[in-house]
């Protein structure tokens, strides 16, 4: 990453939550799309990482919205009437 930051651990998911901050504040709204902005970001962060990952995100201001993406790893999404589960563990 261009910029400093100060990290408070030594995990990689710290890393890639402050690229998604970056790339969430260089995206643009798209017109008529209401979660077009989150996905650029995210899809902007993607493109940036390397090695396997399983991660969801979901959004402080976007309660009914949750992004997963995986590269290598396995994840898994459930879905039990109104109630959706995501896990990288595959592990019973």
């Given amino acids: 990453m261009e910029k400093s930051y100060a990290f408070r651990s030594e995990t990689d998911i710290e890393v890639m939550a402050q690229l998604l901050t970056e790339n969430?504040?260089?995206?643009?709204?798209?017109?008529?799309?209401?979660?077009?902005?989150?996905?650029?970001?995210?899809?902007?962060?993607?493109?940036?990482?390397?090695?396997?990952y399983g991660w969801a995100i979901s959004l402080v201001d976007k309660h009914n919205l949750m992004m997963a993406a995986?590269?290598?790893?396995?994840?898994?999404?459930?879905?039990?009437?109104?109630?959706?589960?995501?896990?990288?563990d595959a592990s019973l």
Wanted: net charge positive; with cysteine.
């Fill in 24 to 52: 969430f504040k260089k995206s643009r709204a798209g017109t008529g799309k209401p979660n077009f902005r989150y996905l650029t970001a995210i899809q902007m962060t993607l493109a940036r990482l390397q090695g396997t």
């Fill in 70 to 88: 995986c590269f290598g790893s396995p994840l898994m999404i459930g879905v039990e009437q109104d109630d959706y589960f995501i896990s990288s």
